[in-house]
């Protein structure tokens, strides 16, 4: 069983919809829980990070982290055009670990 | 100009043959990492190395080599390819220095699309 799990999609939404993609994770040392967003053609890059459970909000971003469930969202509000990308979810056991665990990456459409 | 650079961006080769990626950041970063990307199974990570003299092989490290030339430079080289090696590959940096209250937040290259017949 890989340690993080993505349904990887496609996802296809309309324009303005909310999404939600979601992780479920198995290691219980895993600390820093990370969202990547890749542009097609490019490499990933670092949308958000969450230290522990909790929320963290960044605009029209959500991360969230249950750790009694094992479970990483992420939330998009009024979601663009530009927000289609795969994302890629990752976990962490320290904020200075060389090792990420990252999810398949779910690939999301969203349609004007 | 692109903090991490990585050439070429496209290679299509034959089995058999030896074959180089490389990999420059100008970040200025100690750590430096070599991930394939492949449908399905998501990013992997095959060598990271911490510094010039540090080098270790990561959860994919069979059939690939790799050499840290300099600070900012880091190379992947398949000594004999073969088809299971298409895929994606990423050349990814971090900064050894990590502040308590943040994460150490690992910064991607353009990557390289790999197709050996």
């Known amino acids: 069983q890989k340690e993080v799990e993505q349904d990887p999609g496609p996802l296809s939404v309309p324009e303005g919809a909310i999404v939600s993609l979601n992780c479920t994770y198995s290691n219980s040392a895993f600390q820093y829980f990370m969202w990547y967003r890749q542009y097609s053609r490019k490499g990933p890059e670092l949308l958000m990070y969450t230290y522990s459970s909790g929320n963290k909000e960044d605009g029209r971003f959500t991360a969230q982290v249950d750790k009694s469930s094992k479970y990483i969202s992420l939330f998009i509000r009024d979601s663009q055009p530009s927000d289609s990308a795969t994302y890629l979810c990752a976990a962490s056991s320290g904020a200075g670990s060389y090792q990420l665990t990252f999810g398949k990456g779910t690939k999301l459409s969203v349609i004007p | 100009d692109a903090d991490v650079t990585q050439t070429p961006r496209n290679r299509i080769t034959k089995t058999g043959k030896r074959i180089m990626l490389e990999c420059s950041q100008t970040?200025?970063?100690?750590?430096m990492y070599w991930y394939r990307q492949d449908p399905g199974l998501g990013l992997r990570l095959i060598y990271y190395?911490?510094?010039?003299?540090?080098?270790n092989k990561g959860e994919i490290s069979d059939g690939y080599s790799v050499s840290r030339q300099a600070q900012a430079k880091f190379s992947l080289s398949l000594e004999s390819a073969i088809p299971n090696q298409t895929a994606l590959y990423f050349c990814?940096?971090?900064?050894?220095?990590?502040?308590?209250?943040?994460?150490?937040?690992?910064?991607f290259g353009p990557g390289t699309r790999l197709t050996v017949l």
């Open positions: 990814a940096t971090s900064d050894l220095r990590v502040s308590p209250s943040s994460y150490n937040e690992q910064f």
């Open positions: 190395s911490f510094d010039v003299k540090d080098i």
């Open positions: 970040k200025g970063h100690d750590r």
